[in-house]
């Protein structure tokens, strides 16, 4: 906007020159003030970019000795208020929800819990208050009063990371306990003294904070009572305690001469507060509670039960309207949380209820197993016997309607339907690579498999030689062909008729399947040098661009980690120190005082290309844990910082005039 009466004035001189006094010269002044008086129509004058400000307020802001839980502000114009129930964080925390509300130019807080002796109350409003007209955000707002004689000034700011993938971590609660008062279970039966919220950058600032020794929690509050009280409540925790401090700094401060050209860059004198990097790894506990999700027979050959946890204490069935010894086939997750039980007896499959009662260990409400029996289960088959039969019957008709026409044609036709072979799935067709798993999968358990009937060869100088093999049963449908298979090589798996024949009487086809496995040239090899962490092991992950993990190598006793035959293409590397040696990332257990295994990223794309072999050196804590996640892989993007449109600067250049900003 114009900042002074004199620059209004210099502006119509400017541009009404050619027009003389008189009755016309009114007409004009008129039309320009009553344009100047529409803020915000493109044809009426100055836009309102001017955020709006406090005037007053009741108690007054940083008030001391205040008695009343009511707090009245006062602004300067109409305002609104984005999302309160998430944007305006109360500290120390109200147990009890406070009342919220906006009214034209005011905004209305009514505290329900009592005040607290001699402690600095704050409101933080952050960007929540903007305008009502034209949207211009406040900026970060925070009110503040004490009950004592003093306000508390001191602040600690930080991140909050999922401990998983280095992830932040929007709107959760991050709040601080006296370290004097702490001990192992405040957490679990106390509210935090203070706390703020998370941005979408995962940074919070607490604020209002008196000087001493803090423990600082973060806590993902499921309930609202800001303690840790169910085991789903997302938690991070630092087990040393942190003394608030503050120091006079100065950081850059740019000037814009408009908005593509800087004026000038000034250091701005500040006042630090410390610490301002407190990094939290927040995790889930697991999740131990056991219990039954569901039974169903989605398949009429077999009945799935699901848990919410596993164990290794199988469930025991006894069938109700069928003989439950031997009629199973078990095929177990890895977990043991989901249980599949194939039934073997092909009179079970075509029953279509099964009566059961189901034994099996349950959380109680202590948390303790427990035997816990469900009797009487239906189990029904989703498409009953009788429309199975149905549909087989249809299929049957239609060969034979496809047979008759080939015999009217006197053309090859059968008079028997030939029975459904066996399917076995291959991991591998056509190519694939050197360290590439070949699998066979099979569509239901089998009664017999004739490892004999299975040939693998290979291509030396144009002439197929036999090449040694092992086939190895790995699951309760899954067999490998473990073999030396050398790059560059092309080979030839062959498989006999009825070499594989299922619980269910079906057998295979002969099979045979080339292979050619792609050769050195085709790849590249990484090796990384890993420094900054001493531990038994580290594991180095290799993910894409969406963050899955494509390979993972552990460290070896040089500090490196070897990926070779890696396909050319672009990844990010990540790393976890496995303390327990079980080859995977575990979380953390409060009361055991057990972090969740330590992750760590590298911050920079890796390309690799067909015959380079890259090598890195990767130094683990190099950077703060909360800059290390490359920017493509983090999916909590930053909150849409709120800015002034500041649309006079255009309006200026279009009327060919200087635009200059008030300070005020």
């Given at each position: 906007?114009?900042?002074?009466?004199?620059?209004?004035?210099?502006?119509?001189?400017?541009?009404?020159?050619?027009?003389?006094?008189?009755?016309?010269?009114?007409?004009?002044?008129?039309?320009?003030?009553?344009?100047?008086?529409?803020?915000?129509?493109?044809?009426?004058?100055?836009?309102?970019?001017?955020?709006?400000?406090?005037?007053?307020?009741?108690?007054?802001?940083?008030?001391?000795?205040?008695?009343?839980?009511?707090?009245?502000?006062?602004?300067?114009?109409?305002?609104?208020?984005?999302?309160?129930?998430?944007?305006?964080?109360?500290?120390?925390?109200?147990?009890?929800?406070?009342?919220?509300?906006?009214?034209?130019?005011?905004?209305?807080?009514?505290?329900?819990?009592?005040?607290?002796?001699?402690?600095?109350?704050?409101?933080?409003?952050?960007?929540?208050?903007?305008?009502?007209?034209?949207?211009?955000?406040?900026?970060?707002?925070?009110?503040?009063?004490?009950?004592?004689?003093?306000?508390?000034?001191?602040?600690?700011?930080?991140?909050?990371?999922?401990?998983?993938?280095?992830?932040?971590?929007?709107?959760?609660?991050?709040?601080?306990?006296?370290?004097?008062?702490?001990?192992?279970?405040?957490?679990?039966?106390?509210?935090?003294?203070?706390?703020?919220?998370?941005?979408?950058?995962?940074q919070f600032t607490i604020?209002?904070?008196?000087?001493?020794?803090?423990?600082?929690?973060?806590?993902?509050?499921?309930d609202g009572d800001f303690?840790?009280?169910?085991?789903?409540?997302?938690?991070?925790?630092?087990?040393?305690?942190?003394?608030?401090?503050?120091?006079?700094?100065?950081?850059?401060?740019?000037?814009?001469?408009?908005?593509?050209?800087?004026?000038?860059?000034?250091?701005?004198?500040?006042?630090?507060?410390?610490?301002?990097?407190?990094?939290?790894?927040?995790?889930?506990?697991?999740?131990?509670?056991?219990?039954?999700?569901?039974?169903?027979?989605?398949?009429?050959?077999?009945?799935?039960?699901?848990?919410?946890?596993?164990?290794?204490?199988?469930?025991?069935?006894?069938?109700?309207?069928?003989?439950?010894?031997?009629?199973?086939?078990?095929?177990?997750?890895?977990?043991?949380?989901?249980?599949?039980?194939?039934?073997?007896?092909?009179?079970?499959?075509?029953?279509?209820?099964?009566?059961?009662?189901?034994?099996?260990?349950?959380?109680?409400?202590?948390?303790?197993?427990?035997?816990?029996?469900?009797?009487?289960?239906?189990?029904?088959?989703?498409?009953?016997?009788?429309?199975?039969?149905?549909?087989?019957?249809?299929?049957?008709?239609?060969?034979?309607?496809?047979?008759?026409?080939?015999?009217?044609?006197?053309?090859?036709?059968?008079?028997?339907?030939?029975?459904?072979?066996?399917?076995?799935?291959?991991?591998?067709?056509?190519?694939?690579?050197?360290?590439?798993?070949?699998?066979?999968?099979?569509?239901?358990?089998?009664?017999?498999?004739?490892?004999?009937?299975?040939?693998?060869?290979?291509?030396?100088?144009?002439?197929?030689?036999?090449?040694?093999?092992?086939?190895?049963?790995?699951?309760?449908?899954?067999?490998?062909?473990?073999?030396?298979?050398?790059?560059?090589?092309?080979?030839?798996?062959?498989?006999?008729?009825?070499?594989?024949?299922?619980?269910?009487?079906?057998?295979?086809?002969?099979?045979k399947q080339g292979l050619?496995?792609?050769?050195?040239?085709?790849?590249?090899?990484?090796?990384?040098?890993?420094?900054?962490?001493?531990?038994?092991?580290?594991?180095?992950?290799?993910?894409?661009?969406?963050?899955?993990?494509?390979?993972?190598?552990?460290?070896?006793?040089?500090?490196?980690?070897?990926?070779?035959?890696?396909?050319?293409?672009?990844?990010?590397?990540?790393?976890?120190?496995?303390?327990?040696?079980?080859?995977?990332?575990?979380?953390?257990?409060?009361?055991?005082?057990?972090?969740?295994?330590?992750?760590?990223?590298?911050?920079?794309?890796?390309?690799?290309?067909?015959?380079?072999?890259?090598?890195?050196?990767?130094?683990?804590?190099?950077?703060?844990?909360?800059?290390?996640?490359?920017?493509?892989?983090?999916?909590?993007?930053?909150?849409?910082?709120?800015?002034?449109?500041?649309?006079?600067?255009?309006?200026?250049?279009?009327?060919?005039?200087?635009?200059?900003?008030?300070?005020?």
């Amino acid at each position: 906007m114009i900042t002074t009466k004199e620059n209004i004035s210099k502006l119509i001189a400017k541009l009404f020159t050619p027009l003389h006094s008189g009755r016309g010269w009114g007409w004009v002044c008129l039309f320009l003030l009553a344009s100047c008086a529409r803020m915000g129509s493109p044809d009426g004058g100055w836009y309102d970019d001017t955020p709006p400000s406090v005037v007053s307020a009741t108690p007054d802001d940083k008030a001391t000795d205040v008695k009343a839980t009511k707090v009245t502000i006062n602004f300067n114009e109409y305002i609104k208020l984005e999302d309160a129930q998430n944007k305006v964080v109360i500290s120390p925390p109200q147990l009890e929800m406070p009342e919220i509300k906006t009214s034209g130019k005011r905004i209305v807080v009514e505290l329900k819990d009592s005040l607290k002796e001699n402690t600095t109350y704050t409101i933080d409003f952050s960007d929540a208050i903007s305008d009502n007209n034209e949207g211009n955000p406040m900026g970060n707002y925070t009110y503040s009063f004490s009950t004592g004689d003093h306000i508390d000034t001191l602040e600690v700011s930080g991140y909050c990371l999922n401990a998983e993938d280095l992830e932040p971590i929007k709107g959760i609660l991050v709040g601080l306990y006296d370290s004097e008062h702490f001990a192992d279970t405040t957490f679990h039966h106390e509210p935090m003294i203070r706390v703020s919220r998370t941005n979408g950058s995962g940074q919070f600032t607490i604020k209002g904070v008196a000087p001493g020794n803090y423990r600082i929690c973060a806590l993902q509050d499921v309930d609202g009572d800001f303690i840790f009280g169910q085991k789903n409540e997302t938690i991070g925790y630092l087990r040393d305690s942190i003394v608030p401090s503050w120091k006079p700094d100065t950081r850059p401060d740019t000037i814009w001469r408009d908005s593509l050209h800087i004026e000038d860059i000034i250091r701005k004198p500040y006042t630090h507060f410390l610490p301002d990097d407190v990094t939290l790894l927040c995790f889930q506990e697991p999740q131990t509670d056991r219990y039954l999700i569901k039974t169903e027979r989605k398949d009429p050959e077999k009945v799935a039960l699901y848990f919410t946890y596993g164990n290794d204490s199988l469930p025991i069935i006894h069938g109700l309207n069928f003989d439950a010894a031997d009629a199973f086939i078990l095929e177990a997750s890895e977990q043991k949380d989901t249980l599949v039980y194939w039934l073997a007896d092909t009179t079970l499959v075509n029953q279509d209820t099964l009566r059961m009662n189901i034994t099996y260990l349950m959380t109680d409400t202590l948390g303790h197993l427990v035997e816990q029996t469900d009797s009487a289960i239906e189990v029904l088959a989703k498409v009953s016997y009788e429309k199975r039969q149905k549909e087989k019957q249809k299929a049957f008709e239609k060969w034979q309607k496809e047979q008759e026409k080939k015999r009217k044609r006197e053309q090859p036709y059968d008079s028997i339907m030939p029975p459904e072979f066996l399917k076995p799935k291959l991991s591998a067709s056509g190519q694939m690579d050197p360290l590439q798993r070949l699998t066979i999968e099979m569509p239901e358990p089998l009664a017999h498999c004739d490892t004999s009937a299975v040939h693998l060869y290979c291509m030396v100088d144009s002439v197929w030689y036999r090449v040694p093999h092992e086939m190895r049963q790995y699951s309760t449908r899954g067999y490998q062909i473990l073999a030396d298979f050398t790059p560059g090589t092309e080979y030839s798996l062959e498989i006999d008729s009825a070499a594989f024949q299922g619980i269910y009487g079906q057998v295979s086809d002969d099979l045979k399947q080339g292979l050619k496995v792609r050769s050195e040239e085709e790849f590249g090899t990484l090796a990384v040098e890993i420094s900054g962490v001493e531990a038994d092991s580290i594991i180095v992950q290799l993910l894409d661009a969406s963050g899955k993990v494509q390979r993972q190598a552990l460290v070896d006793r040089d500090h490196i980690a070897d990926f070779i035959y890696l396909k050319p293409g672009e990844y990010y590397m990540k790393a976890f120190v496995d303390q327990n040696g079980n080859g995977r990332w575990d979380t953390g257990l409060y009361d055991q005082d057990l972090q969740a295994e330590p992750v760590y990223y590298y911050p920079e794309e890796i390309a690799c290309k067909a015959k380079w072999d890259l090598t890195r050196s990767w130094n683990l804590t190099d950077r703060p844990r909360y800059q290390q996640k490359p920017a493509k892989l983090i999916k909590q993007k930053p909150d849409q910082q709120k800015k002034l449109k500041n649309r006079n600067i255009e309006r200026a250049r279009q009327l060919g005039i200087q635009y200059v900003k008030s300070d005020k």
